[in-house]
């Protein structure tokens, strides 16, 4: 399975951005996502997950009521809406596939149970 992520910019505080994350390889409707992100000397931490249906959706409590996750299996794609950002999101972002569905749904935030990780898109909020 390979991740492209994408979307990432320079935004003012308060503004927002649109993530994406496009799968080839695998059968990316079987496989919950995950976002994460790390920002300059973190540990890579979690921000989002959704499972393969679209139905189980959980999130960071930094991020919650700002961030919405979201995925469109027809065209292999997840996305994060990220609005009000704040400079304490400034960080590079992660898309991630867990291939193991049962684990993924006993651990959906964590970094462990994700196989697959995209490159990375860099997001910078400047006050």
């Known amino acids: 399975v390979q991740l492209q992520a994408s979307g990432g910019g320079a935004v003012q505080v308060g503004g927002s951005l649109r993530l994406a994350c496009v799968a080839s390889?695998?059968?990316?409707?079987?496989?919950?996502m995950g976002w994460f992100r790390q920002a300059p000397g973190k540990e890579r931490e979690f921000v989002s997950s959704?499972?393969?249906?679209?139905?189980?959706?959980y999130y960071a409590d930094s991020v919650k009521g700002r961030f919405t996750i979201s995925r469109d299996n027809a065209k292999n794609m997840a996305y994060l809406q990220m609005n009000i950002l704040d400079p304490e999101d400034t960080a590079v972002y992660y898309c991630a596939a867990a291939t193991d569905r049962m684990r993924w749904g006993k651990l959906p935030r964590s970094r462990e149970v994700f196989d697959y990780w995209g490159q990375g898109t860099l997001v910078t909020v400047s006050s």
């Open positions: 959704i499972s393969w249906s679209g139905r189980s959706i």
């Open positions: 390889g695998g059968t990316f409707s079987l496989y919950p």
